[in-house]
């Protein structure tokens, strides 16, 4: 005899297994969700103001600059074509296309005739009326009465050689002769100093390790290393083509080093600072906004 069929309940095995599994799926996605993207990336920009009043000028020349250090890289002509091209993108200012003014040897040429100037007026009369001892020779002046001048270096290899070619920036009728040639611009020179580096010692490096059960730690270790690289030591000096006076001028100073055993050309690494210091000189010129990100919680 077939009797009546009965009814399973929900609650079975079967049922409860499927229940559980469900459960299980639910709670993952749950901490899947909360484990996942809880933060946002917002990009800023962060706006600065020009260190210089260009309004008056419509026209800026990057003449040359007095450069020395490696003869690897020829700095005076790398970074003149370098201002230049940036300044073509980011500035409001025609950038004048002209030929590149060695002031090395223009500095040269003015020493040689303030010599040949103070040699033909005589010593003055405080050096004559003043005893000297041992009887040695009154120093050099300038064609202009000023300071003993100093002698400049056939080779610029670090900061004190580029110290007596400072005196050029001075030199206010020449620079204004420069600005009358060129229609009265904004005048950009100064001095550039790439120089080799080389160092050794103990230098401070995170090191990742594993224990037994695969998690990570780094922890820092000290190890002796010889490295070699490269220092960029420019200065900026912004002159008024319309009277020849210095405006402005900043100096800056980045240095870049390597393993020993890695060789990076020259040319790469002056590169490389220079991207470092192109933001700084255009922020002289104009407003420039730094780009970077915030991170928010949620």
Do not use: H
């Amino acid at each position: 005899m077939i009797g009546p069929l009965r009814k399973t309940s929900s609650a079975g095995p079967q049922a409860c297994l499927r229940l559980s599994l469900a459960l299980a799926v639910a709670c993952l996605a749950a901490i899947t969700a909360a484990c996942g993207t809880d933060y946002y990336e917002i990009p800023i920009e962060t706006p600065i103001q020009p260190k210089l009043d260009v309004t008056p000028f419509q026209r800026v020349l990057v003449v040359g600059f007095v450069a020395g250090g490696t003869e690897d890289v020829d700095a005076n002509q790398e970074t003149v074509r370098l201002l230049r091209s940036q300044l073509r993108t980011k500035s409001s200012l025609r950038v004048i296309d002209a030929d590149i003014i060695p002031l090395i040897e223009v500095a040269r040429d003015q020493s040689s005739q303030n010599q040949n100037a103070s040699a033909a007026a005589g010593p003055s009369i405080e050096d004559v009326a003043a005893p000297r001892e041992g009887g040695a020779p009154p120093p050099s002046r300038s064609a202009n009465g000023g300071a003993p001048g100093m002698a400049l270096p056939q080779n610029i290899k670090d900061e004190k050689d580029l110290e007596p070619y400072e005196r050029l920036f001075a030199n206010t009728a020449y620079w204004k002769r420069i600005g009358e040639e060129f229609q009265n611009p904004l005048i950009v020179t100064g001095t550039v100093l790439f120089t080799n580096r080389s160092t050794s010692g103990f230098v401070q490096r995170d090191q990742e390790i594993f224990d037994s059960l695969g998690r990570r730690r780094v922890i820092p270790t000290r190890t002796y290393m010889e490295r070699k690289g490269f220092i960029l030591r420019p200065k900026f000096v912004f002159i008024d083509g319309r009277t020849g006076a210095t405006m402005y001028s900043e100096s800056y100073k980045e240095e870049i080093l390597y393993n020993a055993q890695q060789n990076t050309p020259a040319l790469s690494s002056y590169f490389e600072l220079m991207d470092r210091l192109v933001p700084n000189f255009l922020s002289a010129l104009s407003s420039q906004k730094i780009r970077g990100t915030r991170v928010l919680l949620k």
